[in-house]
C-alpha cells in the first residue's frame, strides 16, 4: 500500500474507533452511521438465510471448526489458530488450516501439483503455503499470518485462497485431511462450520459497540449465540461479572476460556539466535510493527523491562518498503539505541535494510491459558472424537439460533 493509502487507512482507523475528536471525523461517523444501519440488515440476513439453509452450505464429512471474531482486527486470533492446530495436530489429527490470506499477492503462475493439469490449477487449486511435509510458498505470496503458520507448524497444511470451499476440496481431493481449521471463519458460512470457537478482546470485547462502517463490528454480539466456545484473549486479570454476565446472556450453553498473549523468547530476524526475554531489561529499544493493536506489542516491551525511545506504527498487515526499512533503521541508529524488535508477523515483511548496523529481533508469542483449561480440553476431546455432529447438544443448538 502507498504512504497516502496507508495514511488513509489510519486515518479511516481512528474515525470509527473514535480516537480521531476533529469535526469532520463527528461528520464522518454520523454519515457512516447510517449505513451502519443498512449493514445490520444485510449481515442479520445473511446470517439466517445460512442458517436456516435458505443458502446452501457445502457440508463436508469431515471436522470443521472455525475460529474468528465479531470485530474487526486485534483479538489476537494467529496464536490461537496456532495453539489449536498443534494440539490436533499431536493428538493425531491431519489438519489444514483454510486462510484467505488478506493482503497476500497473486501468483505469477500456478503452482504444479501431482494429479493436477497446468490447465486446471488455477480453478481447482488454493495456493498451498505448506502441506504436512514442507513450505512451499513465502511472503508475500503467502500473506504474512499464513507463512508464520507454516513455519511454526511442521506436519500441519496451510492453504491460501478467498474460496475457502476450492481449498477444503483440494485438501480432502489431493492431501490428507480430516480436519479443517477456518482461520477467521465466523463470518464465512458458505462452508458448514461443525464446531465455532469465536474470540473477545478482554479490552474491547465489542469494539466500539457499532457495526461496520461506523464502528468495528461485523455482527451484532447478539451473534455470540453461534459460539461452541467463547475465548477471551489479552487477559491482564480474570474478567468481572458485567463481561462474563452479559456474554452468558447472548449465549448461556458455550464454555469460556480466558487467556493472555504471552512473550516466550526474542529471536533475531537475521541470524536465528535466540535471547531469553530478560534481554530487554534496561535496553534502549525502538520498535516497528504493522498490527491492529499496536500498544499492545508497547505494553509487553515495556514490561519486560524495554525502554522504548520510538515506535514507528502502520496500519496492519503493512507492505514495508525498502526506504520505509532503512528509514527507520537510520533513525533508530542515530538514537543509539541497544536494538529494534517488530512483532513475529511483521517478522515476515521485514526486509533486510541496506546497512544493518542495529540487531533486529522479533518477539515470539505463546496463548497462557488463565482460567478454563478443562473447557479448552474438552473442545480438543470434541474436535477429535466426533467427525459428523456437532459436539454441542444438537437440539439446545438449534434452540438458541431460532432454527426449527
Known amino acids: 500500500m502507498s504512504s497516502t493509502g496507508d495514511d488513509l487507512e489510519k486515518w479511516g482507523a481512528d474515525v470509527i474507533s473514535g480516537r480521531d475528536k476533529s469535526a469532520l471525523a463527528f461528520v464522518m461517523r454520523r454519515v457512516l452511521g447510517v449505513f451502519s444501519l443498512l449493514f445490520r440488515v444485510i449481515a442479520v440476513t445473511r446470517v439466517s438465510n445460512f442458517l436456516s439453509g435458505r443458502i446452501e452450505q457445502a457440508d463436508f464429512a469431515t471436522m470443521v471448526v472455525s475460529v474468528g471474531n465479531l470485530t474487526v482486527g486485534g483479538t489476537g486470533k494467529t496464536p490461537v489458530v496456532e495453539k489449536l ?13 483454510l486462510s484467505r490470506g488478506y493482503k497476500s499477492k497473486a501468483l505469477k503462475k500456478p503452482q504444479t501439483w501431482e494429479g493436477v493439469s497446468r490447465d486446471d490449477a488455477y480453478d481447482i487449486m488454493p495456493k498451498v503455503v505448506s502441506d504436512h511435509h514442507k513450505t512451499h510458498l513465502k511472503p508475500p505470496y503467502s500473506g504474512d499470518e499464513p507463512y508464520m503458520l507454516a513455519k511454526n507448524l511442521p506436519g500441519v497444511t496451510v492453504l491460501v485462497g478467498k ?3 476450492k481449498s477444503a476440496n483440494f485438501a480432502l481431493n489431493h492431501l490428507e485431511t480430516d480436519t479443517f481449521v477456518l482461520d477467521d471463519g465466523m463470518q464465512y458460512l458458505k462452508l458448514k462450520h461443525k464446531f465455532d470457537i469465536v474470540l473477545l478482546d478482554q ?3 465489542f469494539g466500539t459497540e457499532a457495526l461496520l462502517p461506523r464502528g468495528t463490528l461485523r455482527e451484532s454480539p447478539k451473534q455470540l449465540k453461534r459460539a461452541d466456545l467463547i475465548i477471551i484473549t489479552k487477559c491482564k486479570e480474570l474478567s468481572d461479572d458485567a463481561l462474563m454476565t452479559r456474554i452468558k446472556k447472548y449465549n448461556p450453553i458455550a464454555e469460556i476460556v480466558q487467556c493472555r498473549h504471552e512473550a516466550v523468547e526474542l529471536e533475531n530476524l537475521f541470524t536465528g539466535e535466540r535471547r531469553p526475554l530478560s534481554y530487554l531489561d534496561g535496553k534502549h529499544v525502538s520498535a516497528i510493527s504493522g498490527i491492529a493493536v499496536p500498544t499492545s506489542f508497547e505494553n509487553l516491551l515495556e514490561k519486560h523491562g524495554a525502554k522504548i525511545e520510538f515506535h514507528r506504527t502502520f496500519s496492519d498487515h503493512h507492505n514495508f518498503t525498502q526506504k520505509e526499512i532503512d528509514r527507520f533503521m537510520d533513525r533508530s541508529f542515530n538514537r543509539d539505541v541497544n536494538l529494534i524488535v517488530t512483532t513475529e508477523k511483521d517478522a515476515v515483511r521485514f526486509l533486510r535494510p541496506t546497512e544493518l548496523d542495529t540487531p533486529v529481533y522479533f518477539l515470539r508469542i505463546e496463548i497462557k491459558i488463565l482460567s478454563g483449561q478443562q473447557a479448552w480440553d474438552n473442545a480438543i476431546n470434541a474436535i477429535c472424537g466426533q467427525h459428523h455432529r456437532h459436539p454441542v447438544d444438537y437440539g439446545a443448538r438449534q ?6
Open 85 to 97: 492446530a498443534y494440539e490436533l495436530n499431536k493428538r493425531g489429527r491431519k489438519v489444514a488450516i
Open 163 to 165: 474460496d475457502r470451499v
Open 203 to 205: 479490552n474491547s470485547p
Open 399 to 404: 434452540i438458541l439460533h431460532g432454527v426449527k
